[in-house]
């Protein structure tokens, strides 16, 4: 398998635009608020950065890599966007509500579970594609199944 994928990856750009319909990161009301549930902080710190931080370095290395995009940092984008998009609580959903602020529709409540849905969604396809699940070839862990009794044990 190459170690990179095309930059015109339907997955990979259909990400990247779900990605940037998030607000921007400098918009901190909106991130310390998404960062929430995530953070259980003593000192009552704001960790928003790190989710922003986290994101934004792996679409600036696609983005820097040009036509063809290293598989690794796609893998490390779909691992973040799965990390905190997939499973959102409540509170997350109502913020991600706001997603599509110029769709027009008679109730916004159900955007935000259609975003998370649709970006775990793309992540996890693009995360089986371009990361190394278990180490080794994706053909070498294959040809072990052929070989593998008919029960596991």
């Not at 769709?103 to 409540?109: G, H, I, R």
Request: hydrophobic share 40%.
């Amino acid at each position: 398998m190459s170690d990179v994928i095309d930059r015109t990856d339907p997955d990979l750009i259909h990400l990247l635009r779900l990605l940037a319909l998030l607000p921007l990161p400098d918009n901190s009301d909106y991130w310390s608020g998404y960062w929430t549930p995530y953070t259980a902080m003593e000192d009552g710190s704001d960790q928003s950065g790190y989710l922003c931080g986290r994101l934004g370095v792996h679409v600036k290395q696609i983005m820097d890599d040009g036509d063809k995009v290293e598989r690794r940092h796609v893998a490390q984008l779909a691992s973040y966007t799965l990390m905190f998009f997939a499973a959102p609580t409540t509170g997350q959903l109502e913020l991600l509500d706001r997603v599509a602020p110029d769709l027009q529709v008679d109730d916004s409540a159900g955007i935000g579970r259609r975003w998370s849905q649709d970006a775990a969604a793309t992540a996890w396809r693009l995360w089986v594609d371009c990361a190394d699940p278990g180490g080794g070839e994706v053909e070498e862990r294959l040809a072990a199944w052929t070989a593998a009794p008919r029960r596991c044990r």
